[in-house]
């Protein structure tokens, strides 16, 4: 099925898994209830009379509702990690927290994408290089 023919829901649940490495379809798993959070938080800032289903709009909608779930999901540590690990001369190092930092720039990216299709929230105040989210 091409994109555009796609629904918003399921190509947010595409990408989720893509983003996650996840395997199987999200359609039937837990992991469903934060995409459709997500879906739902991010409808609620569109701007009035837009469609979000159209093949303009679908893609950037899609990333952003994908990309905060994923953020969620690394946030409930569902996104794994480890402290350290070391396989004979190979050390890798990192974590949770690194993953963390990551998804939340990919979600703050993603939202800056599809900034045009959102509704204003108000007011923000703050230096260059500042990040308000």
Wanted: charged share 20%; proline share 5%; aromatic share 8%.
């Amino acid at each position: 099925m091409a994109e555009h023919e796609q629904t918003l829901s399921a190509a947010v649940r595409q990408r989720f898994a893509l983003y996650a490495g996840l395997d199987g379809p999200v359609e039937d798993s837990p992991w469903r209830v934060l995409c459709d959070s997500a879906l739902a938080d991010l409808t609620r800032r569109l701007r009035p009379g837009l469609d979000p289903e159209s093949a303009a709009n679908l893609p950037r909608l899609a990333d952003a509702a994908a990309a905060m779930a994923y953020h969620r999901y690394c946030l409930l540590g569902a996104g794994g990690g480890y402290g350290s690990l070391t396989v004979g001369e190979v050390s890798l190092s990192g974590g949770l927290e690194g993953r963390v930092a990551d998804a939340a720039r990919l979600e703050y990216q993603a939202l800056r994408s599809a900034s045009e299709l959102l509704a204003p929230r108000g007011f923000a105040f703050g230096g260059v290089g500042d990040y308000v989210g």
